[in-house]
Every structure is written in structure tokens, then in C-alpha cells.
């Protein structure tokens, strides 16, 4: 019984990797999503360019604008003499950032009073203005701190800000970690949604349905090659994040390896179920498609969960990537201990449960 | 004479084959020119090159530019309406809309799809959308008509009809060109471009081919055991080809070989007459592709097994997919050691009764016993004593031939030893030794169908179903093919199969007759043949039997 | 040489498969609002309520109007705990998202005027948050010590003041880019996935070799597709411009006509592109995946619509000039928000009219009248 099912899962690694399109597929798109995603999902904001409107000639304005300058972040100043180029300058989308410093500024400094400048961010990208607005802010809290102990005068209680896990907020750490959820989801559904379509399409389902195979072979059969190139294909993840991208993984290694697993029975399932369903690769395809897209864009990796409206966090849920990114991203950085783990992984213990079962059911159903 | 194509020295390759190689001929107008050729012969590429559709690698290609070209699958759009798809080619082809009115209407009673307009070309049968696809090559009324292999898939009624159209144009003064794997039809073409490897074997009239086969053909005929003089007359020397029909063994005598005595063929109470020549007859001829004497198969495949009883039984079998009924009472035995074979148009539910008997499908109502065993209760059991061979060609094209025969041999139960030998014997007895690293997905066609053979036995089943098994390969494959089918038949294997050539139907030791869901006849090939005889058809052959009944069946249902 | 009738022939021909085949429909109409609904309401940037853990040990009047700041704000979802070890772990867990401590003796230093730190502890495993709530930190911080100064009747202690405007986009609604965004990439995946699926199942069908043998020239064929599924896509576009003014409420600044063209030339180059991908890929299977590869996957990551090509490596900000949706983003992002700003649509248009023009020359000139 084992013999025949062996017989199977040999059969199986030895047609996904003998078949060019399959092949490909495995490697192709995920590296080229590894190369892209790591180094163009970002949210550093650097190389801004601030549209500079300077109507005072004071000293007090140049030390400013010369803090403003030396910062890496702020790297192209851009100087203009009136309003109109100001605003000219951000509607072009020349500079993300406008700064006009008023007549009075060094001379209402020199004067003790407070003064304000004014600072214009274009919305059209008002993420990543916010975040260089946030710069800007800094450098103004670090300007005022040194007229403060210029001047000897108290200060009042500082705000010290230190990142945890991530001191530098490196995009790669994050995202490369996340990549290994993702990517293993892709190639464990397309591998288990695609297999018994195309079997379908070669007609070797049928031979293989007339063999004495039970049912429970065949999935067992099918669902072992998923979790093998599954795991192999985010051990290779795994391992580029250590050897290229120098990923801190503070955690348990085989704490990540055990919910990887977990996870990709989760997916294996839905796979699975989706093979049962469809009769040709194509549809596998479009299938495996319109499962992907939604749980990828909803796990938090793109965008953090936490800023859905509620009922949608609440439908993430029963996302299992939502769940392994948890996991990734705290064994990776964060040497999340076991029990906390565990908080993720029981939520996909039991979708992998369900999945699995479904698939089962519904491809004994389907069988013929 | 009026050539319409005209072919001088056309070379195509694709990578390192040759699909056509030097070929020179042309195409006269007012005849059907058949293009003959096993499959891969390159019949397809000339066609195209001929179409403009490639550009040849070397010679010339002169052809007419009033063509009409149908594709191998017709190149119909399925979602469009028949009407439909008509006026689309002819405005593509630039016919005046004041003459499409009485073009159409034309055409369509041509093609008998009057009353069929608004039908989508989807929903039509195999032998209507054959004939839409032919209405909409001749809708610019071309003076060159191509078609590619239009009777593949078509039942023997429609097939019939499409040459009486063909016929038609050709005395219009339309040149024809038909491209066929079926040897019969060649006959019926005014001449025949023979195609083998992609280099033209034979140009004329198909008749001067055939005679010079004059006195070589022969029947044996009042034989016991056909299986057994079959046998006998392969190994007899001078026999180029001993093929079974029906009741008789026909012969093929090598170029001046002495006619053989009936005792020397293990049948002394038989009769050897003559016989008129077939085209087939001088295609193997010409074809002599004889190897050495093939291997015999391993013992755990090829050792005798116990007589008596029915081995597959189908008692009553149903199956309904929703209001419609494919299969409608449809009952029948098969003993060891016999040949059954089911025939019928496509959609007849051949099919259907055919996956229901091997497990692929559950009757809605009746038995389907394999070996004693139901089907719906133990099917692993039963499954282990059976082999299977589906009609596409189903093993895993990806796999290695020796990847492909170890995997079956792997889900049979064999391991190890066993395994490795019986692979071993495999590849030997079917020539794929020297094949055995190559993927199964680039073999030849005839390679292809070999290793599937090998696959569905090699675990020694008891009961065989081959599902329309030599579709396609040419027929020196298929006498190699039937060659085992007969040895496991003498070992007291059950054979299922189903057919779409009526001249295999002649090797099975009973028929069943499937239409509309019903066996219409069950009987020898002789008997079927029996029941059609007339006094317009003194000597009906299995396909004028076909017909009769099937016309027949169609007669009592509208009554 | 394009002969209207045959034109017009191949056009009826696809326009009467559309209606009869719904999965072009579903692609074109359906695809774009699903993926539009899910990407709206499920990409959002927009950190609000942030749940915060203020970490007071001891706690006072002066810890009370710190821990109000926080809360009063409406980035935050502000809990109030006396010990710290359980701040840090809700960090691990990912309950909080950020820490907030004050030392034990907070008060004390603080009264004396000695720097008394408040340290905030950020997760740093969300990047963009954990920037994006400093910033919301410091400006809490100082808007509280203003407070501070105020009650205790001093002057105001900080000399210089940054006063933010955020132009287009005063309420910082990060769906009021992104939802502009969003159209792009549907546009690209519906506009590539179309044409090149339809192609391909004319290969498959056997159809297309039926089309050749016939006397319609390669124009005439290319037009016969574009022309059809320009028009779908132009409805698919009208529906997600509708979503994104009505459910999503997105501004309308600049003017209809304007974002007509523009789609129009975005869509021809995405159709054209869609054409191309086909000639290579004769069968649906790989038609589908290079479309996703070579079309959704550069213009979601190079396009600008989240990530700003601007702060990636070089060599990947170079490949996103080539990228059509990126010109397209930059052009819907504007007309919505900011209005018919010509220094900025023109060039862009202009951009989006020669990828559009290359991408049909070499689709024309690969698609040759053969099976080769």
C-alpha cells in the first residue's frame, strides 16, 4: 500500500520537474517577485525634493534651511521666489514637499516669540509626504533644541523614540520574511491546483482512477509533493534572507519550519480543493488566481491589517496568511516565544482541518 | 491537364524533422486528390504549405488563390450561430452582400443544415459542424479546396454524405485535395499523393496501386480458430500480411510467393481463394517495414488463465445525465479469451457503458461486474485484474518511457525485483529499449501507442479494455498492436474494446451495435453482416451493415 | 489596406462572441470591481486608532494630562498600564503598536525642569506605521508640553513651528490616491488579460488558422481585436470611475474628457501589449501567466501607487520608465485630486501615446499572416 502510494508521490515530484511549464513556473515567478518585491516594495522615503520659498534673509532662517539641508533624506532643495512657483513646483510634482519661511522669522526668533513656518506637502502622495513631513519635524525639534541650549533656557521633558526589532526600519526586514509565506502559498497551490487538472487534461486521471489506487492515496499522493517543493522553496527564501539580504532570525527555527507546515496544509487543502473543481489547468489557474489575490492583499503584507475597516479584519480571520505572517515576521525579528506562536498557528491547524476535509469530501464527489 | 497546385521539390523541416521532404506533384482540377499517409507522415504540413499558411524551406509552391481551406478542426467559431459563421467568411472573403442571400441558401441545402441558421455552431454534432465547416470553405466558391483529415471523428452515415458532397464539386470542376490516415477512403479518391516520412511514395490513380497486388490477396476461409491460422500464416514465409475478417483470414502474399496450403496455416479442412486486392494491401506492401520476430511477452503477462464464466458483465445498465439517458438497458457478457467489441457513432453512449464497465463512472441503476466482483462495492479488487488503454494517448508525457513504466508498475503492487524485470521484459518485447530515457511525450505516435499497451498490461490483467486503441497509428503499428491483443486472447483474457474502423470491428470475436444509447445488435461480425444481407447488397459489407441498422433504428423511432 | 467590410465583419464577429461568451464580460466588467471593492477597502495606509500602551508607574497630575494628550488624539487607542513588562510583550504579540513609558520619577524631574525622557517604543516590523506614529508621537508630545507651559502660566518654550497643509488632500484620506492607483492596475490586468486570452483561443480553437487562410489583411485582424475590447474596457473603466466617485467618494477635480483620453491612450497600449504577449504564447495557460508576470505584477510594484519608485535602487526606478501604468497613475492621481494640471498631464499623456504607438508597431510587425 505504501509502495504504491511512494509509487505516486515519486511520480509526481519526477512530472512537475520534468515539465518545462511547471518547471518554470516554480522558478521563474517567484524569484522575480524575490527580486522585485524586496527591493521595490518600500516605504523609505528618501531622495525627497522640497521646494524651498525663502522670504527672509536672516540668519536664523539659513541655519534652518541648512539643518533642513544636511539631512540624507532631504537631498534636492529646490529654490523658488514667489508663491506661484511654489505651488507651480508642487502641483508639476517637482518637489513632494513645499517650505515657505515667513519676512519675520529670524527676526521673531532673535525677538523670543515663537515662529512658524509653513509646510506644504502635495496629497497625492500623502503617504510618503507625511513620512518626509515627519522628517522635517524632527529636524525642527533637534533645531529648537539647540536655540533651547543656546539660549540655557529649561527644557521641558524630551520625547525619546526607539524602534523595536527593526531599529533602522529596514523594508527588506519585513518584506523578505513576508515573501515566505507568500511565495510558498503561490507554489504549494499552484503545484496541488494545478496537478490534478492537468491530469485531467491528459487524460492520466482516468488511468489512474482504473489502477487499484483508493481515493485516500491519490490525496495523499497529491498532497505530499505540495508540502515537499513547498518547503524546499521557503527553505531557499529562508535561506537568501541569511546569505543575501542578512535578515536578523531571532527565533526558533523550528518553531518557523513547524507553522510552515501547519500553514501550507492550510493552503494544500485549498489547492486541492480547487483541483477537484476545476477540469482544466486553465480554470486551476484562474482559481488559484482569485484565491491568491484577495488573501495576499488582506494579510497585512502590503498594508497592515489594522487599518481595515473592522468587519474586514474581522473576515482576515480565516486568512492563513495572515496568521503565518504573524509568525514569520515575529520568529524572524521579533524571538516570539512558542506559546505566542501558537496563538497563529491553532487558527490554521484548524482551516487546514476544514480545507483538507473539504477537499476530501469534494473529491470523491468528484472523482469521475 | 489543369493543374491548380503545382509542387516542385517543397522541403520543410521543424527543427530536426523532416515533415516534408522533396515532394513534386500537382493538383488537377475536377478531381479528388487524396492525400494519404499514417499519421506524421507530413500530411498537414503539405496541406498548409499548399493553404500559404507556411512558407516552404526549399522548392516552389504554385497554388490557385481562389482556395477554400478547412482546418483540422474545422476553424468554426463555436459561440457563433451557423448563419453566423457563414456571413462572417463571406465578407472576409469579399463576397458581395447582394449574392450572399442565394449563396447561403445554397450552400445550406448543399450541406443539408437548412432549418439549422440560428443554431450555435457549438451545439452541432461531429458530422454537422464537418459540414458547416466544408459551407464555409466553399463560400467564396473557390476553385481549390483543401481539407484536412475532415472524416476523423465523423460517424460512417456523415462520412458518407461528405464524400457524395465532395463528389458533387469535383464534377463542378473544383479541385479537391482530402487528407486521410484511412486507408479506405484513399480508394475512393480519382487519384491518391501517398505520403510516408514526408516523401511522396506513390502519385496516380489509387486503382493502378491495387493492381499491382493482382494475385497476391487471398481469403482463407471455413476455419475453426481465425486466431490460430492467423498465427500460423504470420510465421509462414512468403506472407507478407495475414489480417483477420470476420469469419476469414485474409492474406497478403510477398511479391512471388507461392500461395500456402491450407494445412500449412494449421486449418487442412480450410479453403485459400482469391480475393480482390485492397488499397491497404499495397500500402503494407510498399511499407515492408518487417523486423526481426518479436519477443514474447513475460510470464507474468503471458501464461494461461482459467476458462468458463462470464468476466465482465453489464446487466441492465443505466446512466442518466440529467433528463438525458446515455445509456438505456444496455446488457452483455464477455468470457474469457474473447474479443468483444462495442461500436457506434459518437454521443451513441459507447462511451458511457464502456466507463461504467471499468469503474470510471457509476450506473445510475444495474450492474457493472468485473471478474465477479461489483464494481460499486470492491472496486481495488477489481481494479487490480484489470488493464486499461484510453483512447487519447494517456500516460505522462513529462516521464521518461522507463519513469512512465515504473510508475505503473509501482500503483499495480510490484516492487523490487519483480518490478525491475518486468519492466525490463516490457521495453524489450515493444522495441523501447533504445527509448527508454526519452520522454513519453516526444515519442512517435506509434511508440506512444506501444508504451500504453505496455503500461495497461504489465501487471498480467485478466480482463482488458482498450477505448478506440489505434486511432490514428498507421497500419502496420495496428497489426502489431492486434498481434498481442490475440496472444493475451489465447491466454484466456477478456478484450473490451471500442472501435471507430469497422474493418477492426472484423477481429473481434462479437460485436455489440450502440446507438442512441442502445445495443440496436450484439452478434459475430458474420452475423451482423448476415442480418444487412439483401438483394441489392448480396455481400454487405460491416459498414453497409452499420448503416442499414442504424438507419433501421432511426426509421422505428420515427414511427 | 483595411477593408471596412471585412473590418466590420471581424468586429461583429467579436462583439456577438463578448455577448455570447460572458468570461470576456467578467473580465472586463467584473474583475475591475471585485479587485476595485477588495483593494479599497483593504489597502489602506491610513494608521488611525493605533493601539497604544502609556506605560505610567506612578501615576500624577502631570502623567494624567500626558496620557489625556495621547488619547484625546484620534491617531490613538490609548491603555493606560502600571507595569512595563507586559507593554513590551503586547510589542512581541502584536497587540500594541506601540509603547509609551515614563520613568517612576517622571514628576519629580520634570517639576525640578531636569530632562525627564518619554520614551516611546515603536514595532518595527510594520515599517511605514512605526513611521508614521512617530511622527504622531512628536506631534502629540508637543502640543502637550504648549499645554503644560500654558497652564503653568510660563511662556511658550518652543521658538520654531511647523505649521503642515497638505494640499489636494486636506482630510490625508490615503483611499483618495490609492483608489486612482487601483483603476491603473485593473486597467492594465483587464486591458493585457483580454486581448491576450482572446488571442490565444482563437490559436487553440483552430480558429485563427482558419483566419489566416483567408484574404483579411494583419491590420485588419489587429483592428478586428483592439476595436471590439477598447470599447469593454472604456466600460470597465467607466464602472470603477464610478465606484471610486460614489462608494469611495474620491474627488473629481479636473475634467471627464480629459480622463477619457488619457484611459483611452492607456488602454490602447495595454490592449497592444495584451496582442503582443499573445503572439508569443499560443495558448491561454501561458498567455494568462506572462500577462500577470509582464503586465499586473510591474505595474502594482514600479507604478507609483504605493510604493514611490523615487526611493528604490536605481537600476529598479530605470525599468519603471517603461512601465505604462506609471504614466497612468501619475495622470489619474492628478486629474482626480488636483485637476486638469496640463505641466503634468501632457507629458505624461504624451508618454502613454508612444509606448502606445511602439507597442502596436512591433505587435504589427511580429504578427505575421503565417503559422510560424
Redesign the interface.
Known amino acids: 500500500m505504501w509502495g504504491r502510494v511512494w509509487a505516486l508521490i515519486v511520480k509526481e515530484l519526477l512530472s512537475v520537474w520534468r515539465d518545462k511549464k511547471s518547471r518554470f513556473v516554480l522558478i521563474v515567478p517567484p524569484l522575480i517577485q524575490l527580486a522585485v518585491f524586496s527591493y521595490a516594495a518600500t516605504y523609505d522615503v528618501t531622495d525627497v525634493t522640497v521646494a524651498l520659498f525663502n522670504q527672509d534673509q536672516g540668519l536664523a532662517s539659513r541655519e534652518l534651511v541648512a539643518r533642513i539641508q544636511g539631512a540624507p533624506t532631504f537631498a534636492r532643495l529646490q529654490v523658488v521666489d514667489d508663491e506661484a512657483a511654489l505651488a507651480a513646483a508642487i502641483d508639476r510634482r517637482d518637489a513632494m514637499m513645499g517650505l515657505r519661511i515667513p519676512q519675520d522669522f529670524s527676526r521673531r526668533l532673535e525677538s523670543g516669540q515663537g515662529a512658524t513656518v509653513q509646510v506644504i506637502l502635495d496629497g497625492r502622495r500623502s503617504n510618503s509626504a507625511q513620512i518626509a513631513a515627519g522628517y522635517l519635524t524632527t529636524i525642527v525639534i533637534s533645531h529648537n533644541a539647540a536655540i533651547a541650549a543656546q539660549a540655557s533656557q529649561p527644557v521641558g521633558p524630551t520625547l525619546v523614540t526607539r524602534v523595536w526589532f527593526n531599529p533602522n526600519l529596514e523594508s527588506l526586514w519585513v518584506v523578505v520574511p513576508g515573501l515566505v509565506g507568500v511565495l510558498t502559498q503561490v507554489v504549494a497551490l499552484v503545484v496541488t491546483g494545478l496537478s490534478v487538472a492537468r491530469e485531467r487534461e491528459l487524460g492520466t486521471f482516468e488511468q489512474l482512477l482504473v489502477t487499484p489506487l483508493r481515493p485516500w492515496e491519490i490525496l495523499v499522493g497529491k498532497t505530499a509533493p505540495g508540502m515537499l517543493i513547498g518547503l524546499v522553496e521557503g527553505s531557499i527564501i529562508i535561506a537568501a534572507s541569511q546569505i543575501w539580504f542578512h535578515v536578523p532570525l531571532t527565533g526558533s527555527v523550528a518553531l518557523l519550519y513547524g507553522a510552515l507546515a501547519v500553514f501550507l496544509l492550510c493552503t494544500i487543502g485549498v489547492g486541492l480543493f480547487i483541483s477537484a473543481l476545476a477540469s482544466t489547468q486553465q480554470q486551476a489557474i484562474m482559481g488559484a488566481f482569485f484565491f491568491m489575490v484577495p488573501t495576499m492583499i488582506l494579510s497585512g503584507f502590503a498594508t497592515p491589517v489594522q487599518n481595515m475597516p473592522d468587519w474586514m479584519q474581522t473576515l482576515t480571520l480565516v486568512n492563513p496568511v495572515r496568521h503565518i505572517l504573524v509568525v514569520l515576521w515575529g520568529v524572524f525579528l521579533k524571538d516570539m516565544p512558542a506559546a505566542l506562536v501558537w496563538h497563529s498557528v491553532w487558527p490554521m491547524a484548524v482551516l487546514a482541518a476544514v480545507t483538507l476535509t473539504g477537499a476530501a469530501w469534494l473529491f470523491r464527489r468528484r472523482m469521475y | 491537364m489543369d493543374a491548380l497546385v503545382r509542387l516542385d521539390d517543397v522541403r520543410k523541416s521543424f527543427g530536426a524533422t523532416r515533415a516534408v521532404d522533396g515532394v513534386c506533384a500537382s493538383v488537377p482540377v475536377g478531381r479528388v486528390t487524396g492525400l494519404v499517409g499514417a499519421d506524421g507522415a507530413g500530411k498537414t504540413t503539405l496541406l498548409?504549405l499548399m493553404?500559404?499558411?507556411?512558407?516552404p524551406d526549399g522548392g516552389t509552391v504554385s497554388a490557385s488563390d481562389a482556395?477554400g481551406?478547412?482546418?483540422?478542426?474545422?476553424?468554426?467559431?463555436?459561440?457563433?450561430t451557423v448563419a453566423?459563421n457563414l456571413?462572417?467568411?463571406a465578407?472576409?472573403?469579399?463576397l458581395a452582400p447582394a449574392e450572399q442571400g442565394d449563396t447561403f441558401a445554397r450552400l445550406l441545402s448543399f450541406s443539408g443544415l437548412a432549418g439549422f441558421e440560428t443554431r450555435?455552431a457549438g451545439k452541432l454534432s461531429g458530422g454537422m459542424k464537418q459540414k458547416l465547416g466544408l459551407a464555409?470553405a466553399l463560400v467564396a466558391t473557390p476553385r481549390l479546396l483543401l481539407l484536412d483529415e475532415p472524416s476523423v471523428g465523423v460517424d460512417p452515415v456523415s462520412r458518407r454524405e461528405l464524400w457524395r458532397m465532395v463528389h458533387e464539386l469535383a464534377d463542378q470542376g473544383v479541385a479537391v485535395v482530402w487528407s486521410t490516415a484511412y486507408l479506405d477512403e484513399a480508394e475512393r479518391c480519382h487519384s491518391v499523393l501517398l505520403l510516408d516520412q514526408g516523401r511522396l511514395i506513390y502519385d496516380g490513380p489509387p486503382k493502378d496501386l491495387t493492381q499491382r497486388m493482382r494475385g497476391r490477396s487471398f481469403a482463407v476461409r471455413g476455419i475453426m480458430d481465425r486466431r490460430v491460422v492467423q498465427a500460423a500464416a504470420r510465421r509462414h514465409v512468403g506472407v507478407a500480411d495475414a489480417l483477420i475478417q470476420g469469419a476469414a483470414v485474409r492474406l497478403v502474399l510477398a511479391e512471388g510467393a507461392a500461395v500456402p496450403a491450407a494445412a500449412e496455416l494449421g486449418a487442412p479442412q480450410a479453403v485459400v481463394e482469391p480475393v480482390a486486392p485492397r488499397f491497404e494491401d499495397a500500402f503494407i506492401a510498399l511499407l515492408d517495414r518487417h523486423g526481426g520476430p518479436v519477443p514474447a511477452l513475460p510470464e507474468i503477462v503471458h501464461h494461461p488463465r482459467p476458462r468458463g464464466g462470464a468476466v465482465v458483465e453489464a446487466r441492465d445498465l443505466v446512466r442518466r445525465f440529467g433528463d438525458f439517458t446515455a445509456v438505456d438497458h444496455v446488457g452483455f457478457d464477455v468470457a474469457p479469451g474473447e474479443i468483444f467489441g462495442l461500436l457506434g457513432p459518437n454521443g451513441a453512449g459507447k462511451s458511457t457503458t464502456f466507463?461504467m464497465l471499468?469503474?470510471?463512472?457509476?450506473p445510475s441503476s444495474g450492474v457493472a461486474r468485473v471478474a465477479g466482483i461489483d464494481l460499486a462495492s470492491a472496486a481495488?479488487?477489481a481494479?487490480?485484474r484489470?488493464g486499461?488503454m484510453?483512447q487519447?494517448?494517456?500516460?505522462?508525457?513529462?516521464?521518461s518511457v522507463r519513469?512512465n513504466l515504473?510508475?505503473?508498475?509501482?500503483?499495480?503492487?510490484l516492487?523490487g525485483a519483480r518490478r525491475k524485470a518486468v519492466c525490463g521484459a516490457m521495453l524489450d518485447v515493444f522495441a523501447l529499449g533504445p527509448m527508454a530515457d526519452t520522454?513519453a511525450g516526444q515519442l512517435p505516435l506509434g511508440f506512444k501507442q506501444r508504451l500504453a499497451l505496455a503500461?495497461a498490461i504489465l501487471h498480467g490483467p485478466d480482463i482488458l479494455?482498450l477505448d478506440e486503441p489505434t486511432s490514428g497509428v498507421d497500419p502496420l503499428v495496428r497489426r502489431e498492436f492486434w498481434g498481442h491483443i490475440n496472444t493475451l486472447a489465447g491466454d484466456g483474457v477478456a478484450v473490451l474494446v471500442t472501435t471507430h474502423f469497422l474493418d477492426e470491428a472484423e477481429y473481434c470475436d462479437r460485436i455489440g451495435i450502440v446507438y442512441r444509447g442502445r445495443l440496436i445488435a450484439v452478434g459475430s461480425p458474420e452475423e451482423i453482416k448476415a442480418s444487412a444481407r439483401n438483394p441489392e447488397q448480396p455481400d454487405p459489407t460491416l459498414e453497409d451493415a452499420f448503416i442499414a441498422l442504424v438507419e433501421a433504428c432511426d426509421r422505428e423511432e420515427r414511427s | 489596406m483595411i477593408r471596412l467590410r471585412r473590418l466590420w465583419a471581424l468586429v461583429r464577429k467579436e462583439m456577438v462572441q463578448i455577448v455570447r461568451d460572458p468570461s470576456s464580460i467578467v473580465i472586463a466588467l467584473v474583475l475591475p470591481v471585485v479587485l476595485l471593492l477588495l483593494f479599497g477597502y483593504g489597502v489602506s495606509l491610513d494608521a488611525r486608532h493605533v493601539a497604544v500602551a502609556v506605560v505610567v508607574p506612578e501615576p500624577t497630575q502631570r502623567t494624567a494630562s500626558l496620557v489625556t494628550a495621547f488619547a484625546n488624539s484620534p491617531y490613538f487607542e490609548v491603555e493606560e498600564l502600571r507595569d512595563r513588562r507586559p507593554a513590551e510583550d503586547g510589542l512581541v504579540s502584536g497587540r500594541y503598536r506601540g509603547v509609551v513609558v515614563v520613568a517612576d520619577d517622571f514628576d519629580a524631574q520634570a517639576s525640578r525642569g531636569l530632562d525627564a525622557p518619554i520614551q516611546v517604543l515603536l514595532d518595527g516590523t510594520d515599517a511605514n506605521t512605526a513611521r508614521l506614529v512617530k511622527g504622531y508621537a512628536e506631534g502629540v508630545w508637543a502640543k502637550w508640553l504648549g499645554y503644560e507651559a500654558r497652564d503653568r502660566g510660563a511662556a511658550l518654550a518652543v521658538p520654531v513651528n511647523a505649521e503642515t497643509r497638505v494640499w489636494f488632500n486636506e482630510a490625508l484620506e490615503s483611499r483618495n490616491f490609492l483608489v486612482p492607483g487601483l483603476i491603473a492596475i485593473n486597467m492594465t490586468l483587464v486591458g493585457t488579460i483580454l486581448t491576450a486570452l482572446v488571442v490565444a483561443r482563437e490559436w487553440e480553437r483552430g480558429t485563427m488558422e482558419a483566419m489566416i487562410a483567408t484574404p483579411v489583411g494583419r491590420l485588419e485582424l489587429l483592428a478586428g481585436k483592439v476595436i471590439p475590447y477598447f470599447v469593454l474596457g472604456m466600460g470597465g473603466m467607466a464602472l470603477s470611475v464610478a465606484i471610486a466617485l460614489i462608494l469611495f467618494q474620491v474627488p473629481m477635480r479636473g475634467s471627464f474628457w480629459v480622463l477619457t483620453v488619457v484611459s483611452a491612450l492607456f488602454l490602447v497600449g495595454a490592449l497592444n501589449l495584451g496582442l503582443l504577449i499573445s503572439t508569443v504564447a499560443k495558448n491561454q495557460f501561458v498567455a494568462g501567466q506572462i500577462a500577470i508576470v509582464a503586465a499586473f505584477l510591474p505595474a502594482f510594484m514600479l507604478s507609483g501607487f504605493v510604493f514611490e519608485p523615487s526611493s528604490m535602487p536605481l537600476w529598479i526606478e530605470a525599468l519603471s520608465h517603461i512601465v505604462a501604468a506609471r504614466y497612468f497613475v501619475t495622470c489619474l492621481q492628478t486629474i482626480f485630486m488636483a485637476g486638469d494640471v496640463w505641466s503634468v498631464i501632457l507629458p505624461n499623456a504624451g508618454a502613454l501615446l508612444l509606448i502606445a504607438l511602439v507597442l502596436a508597431l512591433v505587435t504589427l510587425k511580429r504578427t505575421r499572416k503565417s503559422l510560424e
Do not use: H, I, T
Not at chain 2, 51 to 55: Q, R, V
Not at chain 2, 392 to 399: A, C, E, I, Q, R
Open positions: 498548409r493553404a500559404g499558411l507556411l512558407a482556395l481551406y478547412m482546418p483540422q478542426r474545422f476553424g468554426l467559431y463555436e459561440d457563433l453566423e456571413s462572417l467568411y465578407d472576409l472573403r469579399g450555435l464555409c466507463r471499468c469503474g470510471l463512472m457509476e481495488p479488487e481494479k487490480q484489470l486499461y484510453s487519447k494517448f494517456s500516460l505522462y508525457p513529462d516521464l519513469q515504473d510508475f505503473f508498475a509501482g500503483v499495480y503492487g516492487s520522454n503500461a479494455f
